[in-house]
């Protein structure tokens, strides 16, 4: 069995005064995908922060590929290969689709520097940024904006993508157009750690799943064997995901 790429051991994270974090493990397998789920307020989005340094672990320790980052700044977090797609999705709304896009190439400073062949393989995962390429990014809707902010995560390859809710507030057929795209970009064996509250999109694309209470994580184990065990379903979360099929 290979090692976690990403894993944590007792993780706390403090905020303010409030005690969010209460000693979180987790372990995200290279080539998967990961789905944190939890009631609100449970500490997901914390966990993502808190990987990402944007807040800072007050005890314990996260270990990307070996190496412990707990205490380095967000740059150099993101410098070593994780993206962050936060769930108020980060747009710059005054730019264009392509400038949001060349932000987010390092190695690009004009748009005929990006890697063409990544674009045109973005563009079929997500046709709508193709379509208002030269449209400013505040002007799309709350899905094209979604797989705008996914867009400029994978624009170059990373081993390790941080999503925060990508289908909250979508149609479904957005959704369903999302489902697709991850499906995609998981066959590119990018890792990816997901929170999402939507069971049915989550069941469809996780290969495991860890469910979080009060700040800690209460569950951990293969997405298939909690979508088939209705009893664990209303034990960790109170209803059953067949009701959201």
């Known amino acids: 069995m290979s090692e976690p790429l990403l894993k944590l051991e007792g993780v706390h994270t403090h905020i ?22 939890g009631r609100n307020g ?37 410098h070593r290969g994780l993206a962050y797609v936060p769930e108020n999705m980060g747009i710059f709304a005054d730019l264009t689709v392509c400038e949001n896009m060349l ?26 940024l193709k379509t208002f ?7 799309l809707s709350g899905g094209q904006k979604q797989m705008l902010a996914v867009a400029r995560a994978i624009i170059e ?3 390790l993508l941080l999503i925060d809710e990508p289908s909250k507030g ?14 995609e970009l998981k066959q590119t064996e990018t890792t990816i750690l997901l929170v999402e509250q939507n069971f049915n999109f989550a069941r469809q694309l996780g290969d495991r799943v860890a469910v979080m209470d009060d700040g800690r994580v209460v569950h951990a184990g293969s997405m ?4 088939g065990d209705e009893g664990l379903q209303q034990k960790l979360l109170g209803l059953s995901l067949a009701s959201h099929s």
């Not at 980052?69 to 150099?76: F, K, R, S, V, Y």
């Not at 298939?224 to 979508?227: F, H, K």
């Open 103 to 128: 932000l987010a190439a390092r190695n690009a400073r004009h748009i005929d520097q990006m890697d063409a062949k990544r674009l045109d393989w973005l563009f079929g995962l997500f046709p709508a």
């Open 133 to 139: 390429w030269q449209h400013p990014a505040g002007l």
């Open 16 to 37: 303010g005064a409030y005690h969010i974090l209460h000693g979180v493990d987790l372990e995200v397998m290279p080539g998967e995908m990961t789905v944190l789920l």
């Open 224 to 227: 298939a064997d909690l979508v």
């Open 170 to 183: 979508l149609a479904p057929s957005i959704i369903q157009n999302l489902i697709s795209a991850f499906r």
């Open 42 to 78: 449970a500490g997901k989005t914390t966990t993502l922060r808190t990987i990402m340094g944007l807040w800072k672990a007050t005890a314990g320790t996260i270990t990307f590929r070996g190496e412990a980052i707990q205490a380095l700044d967000t740059p150099d977090i993101a």
């Open 157 to 159: 390859p990373r081993p």
